[in-house]
């Protein structure tokens, strides 16, 4: 089935220790996004991917970097993590064909900063 | 500032029961598309709604759009326990570059 994956599913790190969260599509889908999401919030734009093109929201802090080396994979880098960064963190993706845009999401990353 | 606001934040009800979730939003939109998420993971695409549409049915699931009013609600007919969940609106801001903004959401409890 055609989905969108992230790895880990649970992720403990340590104040200041850089972590890196992984996301993956087989839906062959043009935009890739990052979420940051706490307890009982919305989800928090972070950044998102058109193709290549990286757009980064005015507010997301510049601790939070991202790559994307191909179509099917996008990363999440928090350089220097700190206890403010403890949440989920879900990857969607989207096509823009017909003006449907819906996203699909994996199943997110749970962060732990000690 | 948030764009879209749902009301209620919380909602209790019994199974068999329906169950109405509102959501309002400030600027000119494409669409508007309502998620449900269970605790503790992604979310999932429920309806997603254009701005030339009013109303639009999915199984259980009845969506109505007013954007005169900037509002829109969803309806869950004939609530089961596993119903419960987080539910979301977005919306599609005209001019956004691709992006959706998420209202606060709703926590839906259907009780057995």
């Known amino acids: 089935d055609a989905m969108v994956i992230q790895n880990p599913r649970y992720q403990v790190t340590q104040f200041g220790k850089p972590v890196t969260l992984s996301c993956s599509q087989t839906?062959?889908?043009?935009?890739m996004y990052w979420y940051q999401q706490k307890s009982s919030q919305a989800p928090k734009l972070l950044f998102h991917y058109y193709d290549k093109d990286f757009n980064n929201e005015a507010d997301t802090p510049d601790n939070f970097q991202s790559r994307r080396p191909n179509t099917s994979f996008c990363f999440l880098d928090i350089r220097s993590p700190g206890l403010g960064d403890a949440a989920m963190y879900l990857c969607a993706t989207s096509t823009h064909s017909g003006g449907y845009n819906e996203q699909f999401f994996g199943p997110g990353t749970r962060l732990t900063v000690l | 500032s948030q764009q879209g606001e749902e009301d209620p934040q919380a909602l209790s009800i019994q199974e068999g029961e329906n169950a109405t979730m509102n959501c309002s939003y400030k600027?000119?939109?494409?669409?508007l598309q309502w998620y449900r998420q269970n605790s503790g993971r992604g979310l999932v695409h429920l309806i997603l709604i254009r701005s030339n549409e009013r109303e639009k049915h999915s199984g259980r699931l009845r969506v109505t759009l007013d954007t005169s009013k900037k509002s829109s609600s969803l309806l869950i007919t004939a609530s089961r326990a596993a119903d419960t969940a987080s539910y979301f609106c977005a919306t599609d801001v005209a001019g956004s570059n691709y992006k959706l903004t998420f209202g606060k959401g709703t926590l839906l409890t259907v009780n057995p």
């Open positions: 839906l062959n889908h043009n935009v």
């Open positions: 600027t000119s939109i494409n669409n």
